[in-house]
């Protein structure tokens, strides 16, 4: 027998070996969740036919002796019900390793010269019942971390007991389909190479899908990073950030039994709700319960409790080109900012000063509290929100009031005392825009914008009509949390932050505040931004502002998503301050197709989508600047053929044919690309070239870019 039949002989039994074990664990497992449920509906049935358990009698005299005897029935069924659910999810984990039991199996000797014991990696892990033998390892595992990180030769890998080092004498990849081993090989880095071509080639899902079997070296160094409180990455798109943020909330899951995380402790930021779809498949995919996921909206929602313009409301304004878009744009580019948020901290500090009407609190013809005092207490420990500063105020005035005459305070006086307690946000953030000349004096010193008198005229206008525009919406956000606190994110404890080139420096001040005692992963790229320009010291500025003992910045240049064709394209709207690599993946050149009017243009349109479905593409994305565009041309469209309409306030599912903004398309993908408005109305300055270096890199396989009239000068540059 030669050395290959061998190994394949050797892996064949050691595959039968595992299925037979998950196979019987899950006959076992099967057998049991329907003891479990047999036993609970027995428990329903006798708590149903016991009359004295009867919900009527709980209000009856004998009320709360039925109360505790419902309880008491009722906790086996809680009980039994919670290892039902706990049985069918080893029962999923089961049927996926019946499947798929691992991917990889990795030989490392602990020590020179010791026998080696085959360790398989799989998505889960499972252990020979009644027995130490671990049949197959969790990609989680700190071992796995030598098959992601190593070559053959010296390796380690981080252990809870310190650092195990050794040599890794076998690294070997499976394909197990169905439970059946249809090829293995070992891994030399171009085999390696060939594979993952291959599974970049084929991906043509309109969700996002695990990259377990293939995370690269420097992905895995991010994902299983348990030293900083804040990571940032910069990755170039399609480097892996989401597919790493994903896998890293996962493992944060996973790591270390004590401190295991709950889902509930975990928040991703995300850019939209499309893109939350998008990724909702891939933790449970993992084997963990899904992580809440929210938009930065929602935690504006959270803190103001008023109706204000959305983000991707906002976003269509700026982008449509209207007569407003520029001062849209410098107006939130101001009130977010770093200067900003100095002018609303001092405003802060100046409520109990002018904006409040403090009075001295007096007592049966006493002064208990001067002005001044109060003042003083409701101006020190600023990071406390001033609602608290306000009931400590109250706390002490009873104190006083006790301890001088022996008496509590009736509430009706103590309200009459503190009138001035009744603190309205929104009111208060108008008064920093009703005059002039108080706003000036509370910048002093500040930079401000060019066009701050405009801007000032048009947030009066504004708020006095109760518009709520974006920007002054993240700006009261704060100013809410400053004055209320918000106490519903304490409890988390890792935050990731996706697409993070998009927020502004306030968006980072007030996640500092809510995620006080969070550590941070922070995925973006600085070519990727919409509507403002940032360079490397963005990031340097979030650490600082973020302020937590360690952080480190990563950056990762190599693209798995387009091919070489399309990212060399793509790479002529950004500049080269930030090499972007290709994983040397071919394909065809983008094409590029102009139209004299909208009626020719819609028929290249049809007929390119054509071609894409006649080869075979699945996901086929057409991407407009705006949604007033979008909506144009989707009406022409939908008359020849069926197309999927994606719009900012709907979230429909991603397949087939798909229209949309191209700010929707942020962390998309799909196989093909038709940017469809590239005329030189539409995309003619900086911002503009960002725009379509975001638009371009959404492609995995093939990229079109039409336009009616004259193309964008961008294209030819
Ligand atoms: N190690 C890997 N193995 C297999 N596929 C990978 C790997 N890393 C990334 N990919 C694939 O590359 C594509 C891009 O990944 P992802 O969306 O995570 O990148 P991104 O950096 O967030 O991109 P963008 O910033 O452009 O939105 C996805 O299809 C993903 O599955």
Redesign the pocket.
């Known amino acids: 027998m030669n050395e290959n039949n061998h190994n394949w002989c050797i892996e064949e039994q050691r595959l039968k070996e595992t299925i037979e074990e998950a196979r019987a664990q899950l006959d076992d497992a099967l057998k049991a969740n329907e003891k479990n449920r047999e036993m609970i509906q027995a428990a329903k049935k006798e708590i149903r036919e016991n009359t004295s358990h009867g919900i009527g009698n709980l209000y009856g005299s004998d009320g709360f002796e039925a109360l505790v005897e419902l309880s008491q029935a009722m906790a086996p069924v809680t009980e039994r019900t919670a290892l039902y659910e706990f049985t069918e999810a080893k029962i999923t984990k089961l049927r996926g390793i019946l499947d798929t039991p691992y991917f990889a199996r990795i030989d490392f000797c602990f020590r020179d010269g010791e026998q080696t014991e085959p360790i398989y990696i799989g998505h889960h892990s499972l252990k020979k019942e009644n027995a130490y033998k671990m049949l197959i390892h969790d990609w989680r595992s700190p071992v796995a971390s030598v098959f992601y990180r190593f070559a053959p030769g010296d390796a380690w890998y981080d252990a809870p007991v310190g650092r195990i080092e050794g040599k890794l004498l076998l690294k070997r990849q499976f394909e197990i389909k169905d439970g059946h081993l249809d090829f293995f090989f070992d891994a030399d880095l171009q085999v390696f190479d060939e594979f993952?071509k291959k599974?970049?080639s084929s991906?043509t899902s309109p969700k996002?899908?695990t990259?377990v079997?293939?995370?690269?070296r420097d992905?895995d160094l991010v994902i299983r990073d348990m030293e900083n409180d804040v990571l940032i990455v910069q990755?170039?798109?399609?480097?892996?950030?989401?597919?790493?943020?994903l896998h890293r909330a996962a493992y944060l899951m996973y790591q270390g039994l004590s401190d295991r995380l709950q889902g509930r402790e975990i928040i991703i930021v995300s850019p939209h709700k499309l893109f939350e779809q998008y990724i909702a498949n891939v933790i449970p995919e993992l084997g963990e319960e899904n992580v809440r996921t929210l938009v930065f909206d929602e935690i504006i929602k959270d803190l103001i409790d008023k109706k204000f313009e959305t983000k991707n409301v906002f976003l269509e304004r700026v982008l449509s080109n209207g007569p407003q878009s520029q001062l849209k744009s410098d107006s939130m580019a101001f009130k977010a900012s770093a200067d900003f948020i100095k002018i609303l901290d001092r405003f802060i500090d100046d409520i109990p000063q002018h904006l409040m009407n403090i009075r001295d609190i007096r007592y049966k013809g006493e002064t208990i509290f001067t002005r001044a005092e109060i003042i003083s207490r409701l101006q020190t420990n600023p990071d406390t929100p001033l609602k608290t500063k306000l009931g400590y105020l109250e706390e002490a005035i009873n104190e006083t009031v006790y301890g001088k005459w022996r008496r509590p305070l009736k509430s009706s006086v103590r309200n009459e005392m503190m009138r001035f307690a009744e603190i309205d946000a929104l009111n208060l953030y108008t008064q920093l825009f009703e005059n002039d000349g108080y706003f000036f004096k509370i910048a002093a010193g500040i930079a401000l914008p060019e066009g701050i008198r405009k801007m000032l005229a048009v947030t009066k206008r504004n708020l006095i009509h109760h518009h709520l525009n974006y920007d002054d919406a993240v700006a009261l956000a704060y100013l809410s949390l400053r004055l209320f606190g918000a106490k519903e994110y304490a409890t988390i404890k890792q935050v990731i932050i996706?697409?993070s080139q998009d927020y502004y420096p306030l968006h980072y001040e007030i996640m500092n505040r809510l995620f006080l005692k969070s550590k941070l992963t922070i995925?973006g790229?600085i070519n990727?931004t919409l509507q403002k320009n940032e360079d490397l010291s963005f990031y340097e500025a979030i650490a600082k502002r973020l302020n937590r003992k360690k952080s480190a910045l990563v950056t990762?240049n190599k693209?798995?998503?387009c091919t070489s064709e399309i990212l060399r394209f793509s790479k002529k709207f950004i500049d080269d301050a930030i090499p972007v690599e290709s994983f040397n993946r071919s394909g065809e050149e983008p094409v590029l197709l102009g139209a004299a009017d909208t009626e020719s243009l819609v028929e290249k349109l049809c007929d390119t989508i054509n071609q894409c479905q006649t080869a075979g593409y699945q996901s086929i994305g057409l991407i407009v600047k705006n949604q007033k565009n979008t909506m144009v041309l989707f009406e022409a469209l939908q008359q020849k053929m069926s197309v999927n309409l994606i719009r900012h306030n709907t979230v429909v599912e991603i397949e087939g044919v798909s229209i949309m903004p191209l700010y929707l398309s942020?962390?998309?993908?799909f196989d093909a690309v038709l940017i469809c408005d590239v005329s030189a109305e539409n995309y003619h300055s900086e911002a503009d070239k960002r725009l379509l270096y975001?638009g371009c890199?959404?492609a995995?396989h093939r990229l079109y870019l039409l336009w009616e009239g004259q193309p964008s000068p961008l294209l030819t540059d």
């Not at 079997?213 to 690269?216: G, H, L």
């Not at 942020?666 to 993908?669: F, M």
């Open positions: 993952l599974l970049l991906n996002m899908k990259i079997e293939s995370i690269q992905q990755g170039v798109a399609g480097s892996g950030k989401t597919s790493i943020a996706d697409e995925l790229d990727q990762m693209s798995y998503r942020k962390g998309l993908e975001i890199t959404r995995l």
